[in-house]
């Protein structure tokens, strides 16, 4: 094997042919210097980058061109990076670094975006040079959707998922909410590889606990490669075969001690296409030199997070890293949330499906505890920070957002489509109980959209609060506008739970002179329970459907789910008490039927 001397000396010859390098480096030469003299090199900015365009690093013949790939940064303008075949080879060793330990008995099933992005084709690489099977299932595309990940993972027997972290929380969401018991349900699953976020040790314990399978991370780059793997003790070791990774102080750049936090400054030692030296990614870590169990020798990396989601208060920094942490530290641990930057602290939106378990100010303290900040604490509304229809639903997956500083323009990325975006104003809208106004936001994004059955359905909810709210006269002028709604989305989505539930709230509330069916509401309230839509709310619907029925022993059972969820129901606990007091049914009488 080379020394890593003469690979950085073959590095410095080939930036000699990088436009971006030859400008950088003017004419002074370099090729002699040593690697502990790589302090005297000049840094390379992201936005030198940015600048140089696509070509300006490419420092081979583009016949010697493999793949192209680009990374958006928060400016909207991509970083580029170029690939040999050599160099994809050389990425899919860094990825077999790690300690899953890829083998031909292993199913790989991928989960990194496969459009533009790098680590799904190092994974495939990988794969292939284990003699390990690969079942391409793309994040951020209609074509897999959650629901069918795991199904694929069940048919096929897949050992081994890699994806996003994101990706694991969201598949084991989805697979609770279609009824799958995760551990269980995936006895071939053996580990789950993961990379592309931020993953610190308690969200990686929160995923290995979600799954029961030991998880994997890795630390990388679409400019660089795979920078670090996990071992199979937890340690994360640079691949120091391909990468220098230094630490430098915020000002000045200089070197900071070994284990200390600092900015990345990350040179490619053994990358052709587009190598790179000094790239400060504006990535927070720590490296020190560690004796690990493993016997792998690279140094320790720590990941803390992006230095634009670094937060100060006074003397208080808070990285990336510290927020997660709090918010994974939390029992139980969230399945979605969002921090948001305010002037003197710190607001947190959660949203869990075991939310009960937490108290609002158990909730505070303990963030506040963590942070040495104040903290604000939000229970989000269903829909808010995570959209469980969308997951059971043939929806793609997106892009979180999870830090969001003060100054940033929306709360989430740009909107790409505005019908996501008027859908998502309206809900606050409707939560907020500011009917017209969601209204009229729902009403643009049919206009705009007319094929979107969810923005159909969502009018409909708006005009059903519109009618509940109104007078009689209102009513008879929007009933026929909520019809008309409800018919358009079941006609381009029959399938959509949320169409269903409206449907189902039509056929309830209208009287039977005029259209109205309890027993065919029920039927459509129980179709959305089984798909992923059993709030409180629901079951108090259908509840009501089976005491127009007449039927108070069902209606009993339904008011008892919906209390399960939502103890302090108002109208749910309203009707037991009648309901229990008129009915000879005890509330202990009979077991839920299956076909809810
Ligand atoms: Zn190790």
Not at 404 to 415: E, K, Y
Request: hydrophobic share 40%; aromatic share 6%; with cysteine.
């Amino acid at each position: 094997m080379k020394s890593r001397e003469r690979v950085f000396r073959e590095l410095l010859e080939r930036l000699t042919k990088s436009p971006l390098y030859i400008e950088k480096l003017g004419n002074r030469n370099v090729t002699r210097l040593s690697l502990a003299q790589i302090g005297l090199l000049p840094l390379t900015r992201k936005e030198e980058l940015r600048r140089a365009g696509s070509f300006g690093h490419l420092a081979v013949d583009m016949r010697e061109v493999a793949q192209y790939h680009e990374s958006f940064g928060t400016t909207g303008e991509p970083s580029a990076s170029w690939f040999t075949s050599k160099d994809l080879k050389t990425g899919g060793k860094q990825m077999r670094e790690c300690g899953v330990g890829l083998n031909p008995d292993d199913l790989v099933l991928i989960r990194f975006p496969y459009a533009m992005s790098l680590p799904a084709f190092l994974m495939q690489h990988a794969a292939r040079q284990a003699g390990a099977g690969v079942v391409p299932a793309s994040g951020r595309t209609p074509v897999t959707p959650y629901p069918r990940v795991l199904e694929l993972m069940r048919r096929l027997g897949v050992t081994i998922v890699a994806g996003l972290p994101r990706e694991m929380e969201l598949l084991a969401e989805t697979a609770r909410l279609l009824g799958s018991d995760i551990k269980k349900d995936y006895p071939d699953l053996r580990a789950l590889c993961v990379a592309g976020e931020l993953t610190g040790e308690l969200r990686r314990q929160h995923i290995e606990r979600l799954w029961g399978v030991p998880v994997f991370n890795l630390y990388g780059s679409t400019e660089t490669g795979n920078i670090a793997a996990m071992c199979e003790h937890g340690i994360m070791h640079i691949v120091e075969k391909d990468f220098v990774v230094e630490t430098l102080a915020e000002d000045g750049f200089a070197p900071v001690d070994p284990g200390a936090k600092g900015f990345a400054a990350i040179t490619t030692l053994t990358h052709e296409a587009s190598p790179l030296l000094r790239y400060f990614n504006e990535d927070v870590v720590s490296v020190e030199a560690c004796a690990c169990a493993c016997g792998r020798t690279g140094s320790k990396l720590v990941h803390y997070g992006r230095a634009k989601d670094r937060i100060r208060f006074g003397e208080i920094v808070l990285d990336g890293k510290d927020i997660q942490d709090a918010v994974y530290s939390l029992v139980p641990a969230p399945d979605a949330w969002k921090a948001v930057e305010q002037a003197d602290g710190i607001r947190f939106l959660l949203d869990s499906h075991r939310r009960k378990e937490w108290s609002e100010e158990g909730v505070r303290a303990r963030l506040s505890e963590r942070l040495g900040v104040p903290v604000d604490v939000e229970f989000a509304a269903e829909g808010m920070l995570l959209d469980r229809d969308e997951l059971v639903r043939n929806a793609p997956s997106k892009k979180p957002v999870y830090i969001q500083r003060n100054g940033d323009a929306a709360p989430d990325a740009p909107a790409a489509n505005p019908v996501r975006d008027w859908l998502g104003r309206g809900r606050r809208k409707l939560i907020d109980g500011r009917f017209s106004e969601a209204r009229r936001l729902f009403g643009q994004a049919t206009a705009f959209d007319p094929s979107d059955a969810e923005a159909h359905a969502l009018l409909a909810a708006a005009y059903g609060r519109l009618i509940e709210a109104g007078n009689m006269l209102e009513k008879i002028k929007l009933l026929p506008q909520l019809e008309k709604e409800i018919a358009a989305a079941l006609a381009i989505d029959q399938k959509l739970p949320f169409a269903r539930r409206m449907n189902g709230a039509r056929l309830l509330n209208t009287p039977g002179t005029l259209g109205g069916d309890p027993s065919a509401a029920a039927e459509e309230f129980r179709y959305c329970i089984a798909h992923g839509q059993a709030d409180a709310d629901v079951w108090v619907s259908l509840s009501e459907c089976y005491m127009k029925l007449g039927d108070s022993r069902q209606a009993i059972e339904s008011l008892r789910q919906a209390l399960d969820r939502s103890p302090k129901h108002v109208r749910a606990n309203e009707w037991m008490r009648q309901l229990a007091g008129n009915s000879e049914a005890s509330p202990s009488d009979g077991e839920v039927r299956e076909d809810q």
